[in-house]
C-alpha cells in the first residue's frame, strides 16, 4: 500500500468522518455488522489460527485444506458449549486472513471479528518496515482505509485495533503504534485491543497518549492483564476505574487459580463491569507446525468455579456476554 501523504496536524485538524448510522451502536463482524444482543457468549481474545513464530508474511500463506480441517471442528465444538463470537486477535503480517474467518464463521455459525493494526511485540519483529518511517497520522490512515474500504480485496472490515507492545518503557515505535491506535478510534469508533501484559507502566503510559489524543480509556482494552505480578494488581483496579476493559484472557490449567482470583479481587473493587475472559488459544499454530492451544476451558471448567466461588447468574452473564458486547460495539468514546 502506497504511503499517504498526511500530516498528524491535518489530521487533527480535519472534522471527524462520522460513524454511519448503520454502523453506530453495532459490532462489525466477518460477516457484517450485527447487534451487540446477537453475539451471545463470546471470547474476546483468541487465535482461531496464526503463523506467530514464522516469518512475517501479508498475506500469509497457508496450507488451507489442512487449517480450515483444523480449525472447523473446534469452531463447531465451541458453538456446541453455547459460544456465540470470537474477536480473532491474529493481526497483520503473522497470519491475519479475514477470507478464511469469513468461511470458518458460515460454516461454523460463530460470529468471529478480525482487526486492523500492527502488532509491536515480539520486540517489533511483526512490525512492518513502513511503520518504522510513517508518523501516527500515516499509520492511522491505513487501518482507517481498512475500515472503509475492507482489508485488501476482501471487503471484509475490520471489528477492532489491534496492537502490541513490549516489556519495558514504552519504545517509540510502540508509543507511535498506540497514538496511530488512538487516531483510528477518533475516526472509526473501533475498539483497541493492546498486547501489554504485567505492565502497569505502559499501560498508564498507554492510557495518557489515548487521552492526549482525546480518546477514552473506556475505547482501550488491556490485553493479558493477568500476567500483573501478586502485589501490582491495584493497577488493575486504577485502570478501569479510568474506564479500560481489564483482559483475563491466559486461561489454561495451570493459570484457573490466579484467573479465579484476580476476577474475585476484581469482584470486591466493585469492577467486574470492567472485565473481560478469555484463554490466547489457537488452534493452527505457526501454520500447523506447533501443537494447538486449546480455548474451551471457560465452558468447561471455569465458570463450574465462578459459581462455586459465589457469583450470581447475573454476574456470570455480565462477564462472558453483556461486558464483551459493549467492549466491541462501534462506538466513538472521547476523552
Given at each position: 500500500m502506497p504511503a499517504v501523504n498526511i500530516t498528524r496536524?491535518?489530521?487533527?485538524?480535519?472534522?471527524?468522518?462520522?460513524?454511519?448510522?448503520?454502523?453506530?451502536?453495532?459490532?462489525?463482524?466477518?460477516?457484517?455488522?450485527?447487534?451487540?444482543?446477537?453475539?451471545?457468549?463470546?471470547?474476546?481474545?483468541?487465535?482461531?489460527?496464526?503463523?506467530?513464530?514464522?516469518?512475517?508474511?501479508?498475506?500469509?500463506?497457508?496450507?488451507?485444506?489442512?487449517?480450515?480441517?483444523?480449525?472447523?471442528?473446534?469452531?463447531?465444538?465451541?458453538?456446541?458449549?453455547?459460544?456465540?463470537?470470537?474477536?480473532?486477535?491474529?493481526?497483520?503480517?503473522f497470519g491475519r486472513s479475514p477470507a478464511l474467518l469469513?468461511?470458518?464463521?458460515?460454516?461454523?455459525?460463530?460470529?468471529?471479528?478480525?482487526?486492523?493494526?500492527?502488532?509491536?511485540?515480539?520486540?517489533?519483529?511483526?512490525?512492518?518496515?513502513?511503520?518504522?518511517?510513517?508518523?501516527?497520522?500515516?499509520?492511522?490512515?491505513?487501518?482507517?482505509?481498512?475500515?472503509?474500504?475492507?482489508?485488501?480485496?476482501?471487503?471484509?472490515?475490520?471489528?477492532?485495533?489491534?496492537?502490541?507492545?513490549?516489556?519495558?518503557?514504552?519504545?517509540?515505535?510502540?508509543?507511535?503504534?498506540?497514538?496511530?491506535?488512538?487516531?483510528?478510534?477518533?475516526?472509526?469508533?473501533?475498539?483497541?485491543?493492546?498486547?501489554?501484559?504485567?505492565?502497569?507502566?505502559?499501560?498508564?503510559?498507554?492510557?495518557?497518549?489515548?487521552?492526549?489524543?482525546?480518546?477514552?480509556?473506556?475505547?482501550?482494552?488491556?490485553?493479558?492483564?493477568?500476567?500483573?505480578?501478586?502485589?501490582?494488581?491495584?493497577?488493575?483496579?486504577?485502570?478501569?476505574?479510568?474506564?479500560?476493559?481489564?483482559?483475563?484472557?491466559?486461561?489454561?490449567?495451570?493459570?484457573?487459580?490466579?484467573?479465579?482470583?484476580?476476577?474475585?479481587?476484581?469482584?470486591?473493587?466493585?469492577?467486574?463491569?470492567?472485565?473481560?475472559?478469555?484463554?490466547?488459544?489457537?488452534?493452527?499454530?505457526?501454520?500447523?507446525?506447533?501443537?494447538?492451544?486449546?480455548?474451551?476451558?471457560?465452558?468447561?471448567?471455569?465458570?463450574?468455579?465462578?459459581?462455586?466461588?459465589?457469583?450470581?447468574?447475573?454476574?456470570?452473564?455480565?462477564?462472558?456476554?453483556?461486558?464483551?458486547?459493549r467492549a466491541f460495539t462501534v462506538r466513538r468514546r472521547?476523552?
Amino acid at each position: 500500500m502506497p504511503a499517504v501523504n498526511i500530516t498528524r496536524r491535518a489530521w487533527l485538524a480535519a472534522p471527524l468522518v462520522t460513524v454511519a448510522q448503520s454502523e453506530e451502536g453495532r459490532v462489525m463482524t466477518v460477516r457484517g455488522p450485527v447487534v451487540p444482543e446477537a453475539l451471545g457468549l463470546m471470547l474476546p481474545h483468541e487465535h482461531l489460527f496464526s503463523n506467530f513464530g514464522e516469518d512475517p508474511a501479508e498475506p500469509p500463506h497457508y496450507d488451507e485444506p489442512a487449517l480450515l480441517g483444523a480449525v472447523e471442528p473446534y469452531a463447531r465444538r465451541l458453538r456446541e458449549l453455547g459460544c456465540g463470537a470470537v474477536a480473532d486477535a491474529t493481526a497483520a503480517w503473522f497470519g491475519r486472513s479475514p477470507a478464511l474467518l469469513r468461511t470458518i464463521s458460515e460454516k461454523s455459525g460463530l460470529h468471529i471479528l478480525t482487526n486492523t493494526g500492527y502488532y509491536g511485540a515480539a520486540s517489533d519483529r511483526y512490525v512492518p518496515k513502513h511503520a518504522f518511517e510513517e508518523d501516527a497520522a500515516r499509520l492511522a490512515a491505513r487501518w482507517v482505509r481498512e475500515w472503509r474500504e475492507g482489508i485488501g480485496r476482501t471487503g471484509i472490515r475490520p471489528g477492532f485495533i489491534k496492537t502490541g507492545v513490549d516489556a519495558g518503557p514504552l519504545s517509540e515505535i510502540d508509543a507511535r503504534l498506540v497514538r496511530a491506535a488512538a487516531l483510528t478510534h477518533r475516526d472509526t469508533g473501533l475498539t483497541i485491543a493492546v498486547h501489554t501484559g504485567g505492565n502497569p507502566e505502559s499501560a498508564m503510559r498507554q492510557m495518557a497518549i489515548l487521552r492526549e489524543e482525546g480518546v477514552s480509556p473506556e475505547a482501550w482494552i488491556w490485553v493479558h492483564a493477568n500476567q500483573v505480578k501478586r502485589g501490582e494488581e491495584e493497577a488493575l483496579g486504577r485502570a478501569a476505574a479510568a474506564g479500560a476493559w481489564i483482559s483475563l484472557d491466559g486461561l489454561d490449567e495451570t493459570t484457573m487459580e490466579r484467573h479465579l482470583e484476580l476476577v474475585m479481587q476484581m469482584r470486591a473493587s466493585g469492577h467486574l463491569a470492567r472485565l473481560l475472559l478469555s484463554h490466547d488459544g489457537n488452534s493452527f499454530r505457526a501454520g500447523g507446525k506447533r501443537p494447538m492451544r486449546p480455548y474451551t476451558l471457560l465452558f468447561e471448567q471455569f465458570l463450574p468455579q465462578l459459581r462455586k466461588a459465589g457469583l450470581e447468574e447475573n454476574e456470570i452473564r455480565r462477564l462472558t456476554r453483556d461486558n464483551p458486547a459493549r467492549a466491541f460495539t462501534v462506538r466513538r468514546r472521547g476523552a
